[in-house]
């Protein structure tokens, strides 16, 4: 118990923190030195006022919301029909109820902490086929691996197509090569897993012992959920799929700069390479929904946004606006959609799910990530 509130407490002080960044400045280079005092280095560097940031979002054109909203609702359909893949492996389950399990599982994640969405959605699933909750854990670990393989592309093209400043390009070359390096050893471990085991393995033995086994042990688990990758007749179909999900998310990204002014000719960095720096803020939110914090990515999805944009000097109530509305535009609809499905189906949130094998399974799963939240 006491470890589950210290996780809780180290959550929501993450979350404090990066809302801390997206409200200041902070100098901790000079409050070190001694050039300036703590709290004029902590907090006398503004990033905005909450009028400034009232007036970005009173002002946005809310055209390109909407739009963003239908292709958000389109991803969420997709994403479920993407599951419905993946279970349809092991049970048999129709859309609809695929769709409202998924939406359920987004709005426990969002009103709870240590994202306990993946206990529910589990658990639906279990009450809608009689699937065991470990296998329906499985595959939502598989949806999450499937997610990192498909997005390993749009990494690596965003640190490719834009052109990032001198000091941080060595490093974002290094990270892309790694991520296509990992994303096509996925998609060994899906394709051919006891082969692509054996050879991790064998490379292991350069680590200690235990650390080698302990991460043998990782791949092992995290493989046996991408096993659905080495289904001939429904990788055609995961690869559709996913790659539709990301450019839609793309999509969704570019019309929440549009419609808060930050493709147009006044932000040169942006709008001089706008294919790059749209893939850039894919990636950057994308790590904003991945971080632990509090529920729904509050604070750390608007932290890593803004702290994004100011790659391409973007004033801090403009970044903070593009933040809090496409923040918005995942949270709201996912957690109405949940509620109705969740009364719908009768649930409870003190129904007692949360068992020791699924904690461990929700960790796991937490240790890939995912979008939305």
Not at 328 to 349: D, E, H, Q, R, V
Request: glycine share 8%; proline share 4%.
């Amino acid at each position: 118990m006491n470890n589950r509130y210290s996780k809780i407490v180290l959550s929501l002080g993450i979350s404090g923190f990066f809302l801390y960044l997206t409200a200041f400045k902070p100098k901790f280079g000079a409050m070190f030195a001694g050039d300036l005092p703590v709290g004029e280095a902590l907090f006398g560097f503004p990033r905005f006022n909450l009028s400034e940031l009232g007036s970005v979002i009173a002002s946005a054109q809310w055209s390109y919301i909407l739009i963003a909203a239908v292709f958000f609702y389109a991803t969420l359909f997709v994403r479920a029909w993407r599951w419905q893949i993946t279970l349809r492996t092991l049970t048999d389950i129709k859309l609809m109820p695929t769709f409202g399990a998924m939406t359920i599982g987004y709005m426990a994640n969002n009103l709870l902490p240590m994202r306990l969405g993946e206990v529910y959605r589990a658990q639906v699933v279990h009450q809608m086929t009689r699937l065991s909750r470990t296998a329906a854990f499985g595959t939502i670990v598989a949806e999450r691996l499937i997610d990192l393989v498909y997005m390993v592309p749009f990494l690596g093209l965003a640190f490719v197509i834009y052109p990032l400043p001198d000091k941080i390009r060595l490093a974002a070359y290094v990270l892309s090569v790694a991520a296509f390096m990992l994303g096509g050893f996925c998609i060994w471990l899906g394709v051919d897993r006891n082969r692509a085991l054996s050879w991790a393995e064998k490379a292991l033995r350069l680590f200690p012992k235990k650390l080698a086994g302990r991460i043998f042990d990782l791949l092992s688990t995290f493989s046996a959920g991408l096993g659905v990758m080495g289904r001939k007749e429904l990788m055609w179909k995961l690869a559709l799929s996913s790659t539709v999900l990301w450019v839609m998310y793309a999509i969704m990204v570019y019309l929440v700069m549009a419609s808060v002014g930050l493709t147009g000719p006044e932000y040169p960095m942006i709008h001089d390479d706008l294919v790059g720096s749209v893939l850039v803020m894919l990636v950057v939110t994308t790590i904003g929904f991945v971080i632990p914090g509090a529920p729904g990515a509050v604070g750390t999805y608007h932290g890593v946004a803004v702290l994004g944009l100011s790659l391409f000097n973007v004033p801090g109530d403009r970044a903070a606006g593009f933040a809090v509305l496409l923040h918005a535009l995942n949270y709201i609809p996912l957690t109405l959609m949940g509620l109705a499905f969740f009364w719908k189906y009768g649930l409870s949130f003190h129904d007692r799910v949360e068992t020791d094998e699924s904690e461990s399974e929700v960790t796991r799963v937490n240790a890939v990530g995912s979008r939305p939240s």
